[in-house]
């Protein structure tokens, strides 16, 4: 289970983020501040594994938190209505970004990403949870072949099931390992090991063919061949 805090100067904003680590299955909210001492204090006294953090505070800007509490050496996801305030995030070195209104698919990614990073690397292989309906489904990474996306629906092949969840393309490329998978498609992301063949239009996953957009097809030839094919 990963522990988090929040630490934001508008309580509806520390409620969205309350809602929406009640839907997932590893994440665990324990806190809300609205004061950075008491944020502070709960660093130093109880268990935080991620902070979600404003960048606009009244008393102390989040970046000037963050800096503060370097030495804690503990992961941050920033929160902001701010886009052009994600260089200066990112440039500390956090997890994520998110930008408010915060949607789910990107709370749960940043989360996924989070999880990866602090939790000891479990036996066996590597996994995502994805949401399908009211369940949440634990999908093993190294089984997928092939993601394919009807708008915000997202349809994950497994080599013996198909999982469907609520979620957009970019994000979902952005929570799987990015040596192991590529877009080859507006609509279709594909495991590098499940390519069978490369046509100049398409590929062959398996015994399935998948379009192959001419502005992706370079990108794959690198990533397979390591240089183009003419």
């Given at each position: 289970m990963l522990h988090a805090i929040a630490l934001d100067d508008e309580p509806a904003a520390l409620e969205v983020l309350q809602r929406y680590a009640a839907k997932v299955p590893f994440m665990q909210l324990t806190h809300t501040f609205l004061s950075t001492s008491e944020a502070l204090a709960c660093l130093h006294t109880q268990r935080v594994d991620l902070l979600f953090l404003d960048i606009e505070m009244p008393d102390v800007r989040g970046v000037d938190f963050a800096r503060l509490i370097a030495p804690l050496q503990k992961p941050?996801?920033?929160t902001t209505a701010y886009a052009e305030h994600a260089v200066e995030g990112f440039s500390l070195q956090a997890l994520d970004y998110l930008l408010k209104p915060i949607?789910?698919?990107r709370f749960l990614q940043a989360c996924n990403r989070a999880y990866a990073h602090v939790m000891p690397a479990p036996e066996g292989p590597p996994s995502i949870f994805v949401k399908d309906g009211y369940d949440w489904i634990r999908?093993?990474?190294?089984?997928?072949?092939?993601i394919q996306s009807d708008t915000n629906l997202l349809f994950i092949q497994e080599q013996d099931r198909q999982v469907s969840t609520r979620m957009t393309i970019t994000d979902m490329l952005a929570t799987l390992p990015a040596q192991e998978f590529i877009r080859v498609h507006k609509s279709y992301i594909v495991a590098l090991k499940a390519i069978r063949k490369i046509e100049r239009h398409q590929v062959t996953v398996g015994t399935v063919p998948i379009p192959l957009a001419e502005s992706y097809r370079e990108a794959l030839q690198n990533r397979l061949l390591k240089k183009p094919v003419r």
């Open positions: 941050i996801v920033f949607e789910f698919g999908v093993n990474v190294e089984q997928v072949l092939y």
